[in-house]
C-alpha cells in the first residue's frame, strides 16, 4: 500500500482522462482510481449503467456492528465549453505553482 500519494500529480492523472459527457467514458478513470483504493485494501467493483458509462464502488471494512459511511462523487466532467483554451485543457500544465486545466 503506498500510503503517500502526491496531490497535484494525482489531480494532473486524473485531469486527463476524457470523462465529457456525454458519453462519459469514465471506465479508464474508474480502473485507475479503483486501482488505488485497491492497493489500499478497499474491495473494488465495477458497474456498467449505460454504455460507455461506469460507476466504481469501493468497500473496505465488515463491521455490522458499526454504522455504515458513504462517501458518492462522480467522475464525468461537463464540456469544454466555446471559449479557446490557452492550455491544453486535459494537461494539468503548472505555472507559478497555479495549476491549469479543466477542472483545476
Known amino acids: ?5 502526491d496531490a497535484v500529480e ?6 486527463g482522462f ?5 458519453p462519459g467514458n469514465e471506465r479508464a478513470c474508474a480502473e485507475f482510481l479503483g486501482n ?4 489500499a485494501g ?17 468497500r473496505i471494512g465488515s463491521q455490522t456492528s458499526k454504522n ?8 464525468d466532467t461537463v464540456p469544454l465549453g466555446s471559449t479557446p483554451w490557452t492550455v491544453d ?7 507559478e505553482g497555479k495549476l491549469f486545466a479543466r477542472g483545476s
Do not use: Q, W
Open 36 to 39: 488505488l483504493l485497491e492497493d
Open 42 to 58: 478497499f474491495a473494488i467493483s465495477y458497474h456498467e449503467f449505460a454504455e460507455c458509462r461506469t460507476n466504481l464502488v469501493a
Open 89 to 95: 485543457p486535459f494537461s494539468g500544465e503548472t505555472h
Open 10 to 15: 494525482l489531480t494532473k492523472s486524473l485531469i
Open 18 to 22: 476524457k470523462t465529457i459527457n456525454p
Open 68 to 75: 455504515p459511511i458513504c462517501f458518492s462523487g462522480h467522475i
Open 1 to 5: 500500500m503506498n500510503s503517500s500519494i
